[in-house]
């Protein structure tokens, strides 16, 4: 998805996500497909976001996830991918029932999240 210089991904709206069912501890919840996203990895006047790396796991309800770190403009982030399967009063305008949350990490003067575990790059997926 490419955002014009200078506005951040959260404002921009994001492709929606497409699902496959999976059951963990015997609740099912969609498992974030983001197999339509192509990442970027040199800047263009187009599209001056950078996709670092990714990595899936579960949340403690056994609610599947996926992040994915970028940055822009001097500020990298992550942004999370889950399901609202569950969840009360959680769709957006669209009916989606993939929520996104951004977190930023740091940008060019201070770190504010340390990374717990190593990301995979692109082009290492399952």
């Given at each position: 998805m490419k955002r014009s210089k200078g506005t951040p991904r959260?404002?921009?709206?994001p492709p929606p996500a497409t699902v496959t069912d999976i059951a963990v501890s015997g609740v099912p919840y969609p498992k974030p497909d983001r197999s339509d996203h192509s990442p970027n990895f040199s800047k263009t006047p187009e599209n001056d976001v950078i996709d670092i790396g990714w990595d899936e796991g579960i949340l403690s309800d056994g609610r599947r996830y996926r992040v994915e770190c970028w940055a822009q403009d001097?500020?990298?982030s992550l942004t999370y991918f889950f399901s609202t399967r569950g969840l009360e009063n959680m769709t957006?305008?669209?009916?989606s029932n993939m929520w996104?949350?951004?977190?930023?990490?740091?940008?060019d003067e201070?770190?504010?999240?340390?990374?717990?575990?190593?990301?995979?790059p692109y082009g290492d997926q399952p």
């Amino acid at each position: 998805m490419k955002r014009s210089k200078g506005t951040p991904r959260s404002s921009a709206t994001p492709p929606p996500a497409t699902v496959t069912d999976i059951a963990v501890s015997g609740v099912p919840y969609p498992k974030p497909d983001r197999s339509d996203h192509s990442p970027n990895f040199s800047k263009t006047p187009e599209n001056d976001v950078i996709d670092i790396g990714w990595d899936e796991g579960i949340l403690s309800d056994g609610r599947r996830y996926r992040v994915e770190c970028w940055a822009q403009d001097q500020v990298t982030s992550l942004t999370y991918f889950f399901s609202t399967r569950g969840l009360e009063n959680m769709t957006n305008a669209g009916g989606s029932n993939m929520w996104s949350v951004n977190v930023v990490v740091g940008d060019d003067e201070k770190t504010f999240v340390s990374a717990q575990r190593p990301l995979r790059p692109y082009g290492d997926q399952p």
